[in-house]
């Protein structure tokens, strides 16, 4: 079965900083990918999937970016953090049985002061 | 209108009863339903899917899906302490394998 990781699990950063979010998956080759945000008592918010190396689709115009460098490599990236970058990010691996189902990481909850 | 309405509670109730969660939705193109259980400060994690309508039982669990109304369910039977957390729904249309329309969570508080 997968395991997915996510790290770290907390980071307090001050507006303005970059930021580099990591996720790496094991037990599955060629997933889908997914980046999430969730703000606290909402849903989750798809901001990014990727299908494979390299191919990233953006849900949401915003300050953040994603990449793929590898198989199970996912990034979520941001040149300049703002105080609206703040929320519970989740990375998430689509697998396909009747159909896609996703699975999830732990998460790393981003608090931009 | 958002495409999918869940209450977010918080829903407290006492162990042992049995619960009902739902969702409502516009979309009559959904065909795949999930229930997720999320606990405090964690992922969520997948619970249970079903296709189309009908009911799908699993242990203490059973969802339930009527497209005619457009309304899904969640039932928990035997609630216990451990069942406390945030349940969300996601719907997917046939077609998209990448369209996971999201509820917002029902907290979920069962007291000892």
């Known amino acids: 079965s997968q395991t997915i990781h996510q790290w770290p699990a907390t980071l307090v950063q001050p507006v303005g900083s970059p930021l580099s979010l990591e996720c790496t998956v094991e037990?599955?080759?060629?997933?889908?990918l997914y980046w999430y945000r969730q703000a606290a008592g909402r849903g989750l918010q798809l901001l990014f999937y990727?299908?494979?190396?390299?191919?990233i689709s953006s849900e949401v115009p915003q300050n953040l970016s994603a990449s793929r460098p590898q198989d199970r490599q996912f990034i979520l990236s941001s040149k300049k953090l703002l105080l609206s970058d703040s929320g519970f990010y989740l990375c998430?691996?689509?697998?396909?049985?009747?159909?896609?189902?996703?699975?999830f990481g732990p998460g790393t909850r981003l608090l931009v002061l | 209108q958002k495409e999918v309405e869940q209450d977010p509670g918080p829903l407290s109730v006492p162990e042992g009863a049995i619960v009902s969660l739902n969702c409502t939705y516009s979309?009559?193109?959904?065909?795949?339903f999930m229930w997720y259980r999320q606990y405090s400060r964690k992922g969520p994690e997948l619970l249970m899917y079903?296709?189309s309508s009908g009911n799908k039982e699993d242990g203490r669990f059973t969802a339930q899906v009527d497209k005619s109304s457009k309304y899904i369910s969640l039932f928990i039977r035997d609630s216990q302490p451990s069942d406390s957390a945030t349940y969300l729904c996601?719907?997917?249309?046939?077609?998209?394998?990448?369209?996971?329309?999201w509820g917002a969570g029902t907290k979920l508080i069962i007291k000892p």
């Open positions: 990727s299908v494979g190396i390299g191919q």
């Open positions: 037990g599955t080759s060629n997933p889908n």
């Open positions: 979309n009559s193109a959904f065909q795949y």
């Open positions: 079903t296709y």
């Open positions: 998430a691996c689509g697998i396909i049985t009747i159909k896609e189902t996703q699975y």
């Open positions: 996601a719907m997917s249309p046939l077609d998209s394998n990448y369209q996971l329309i």
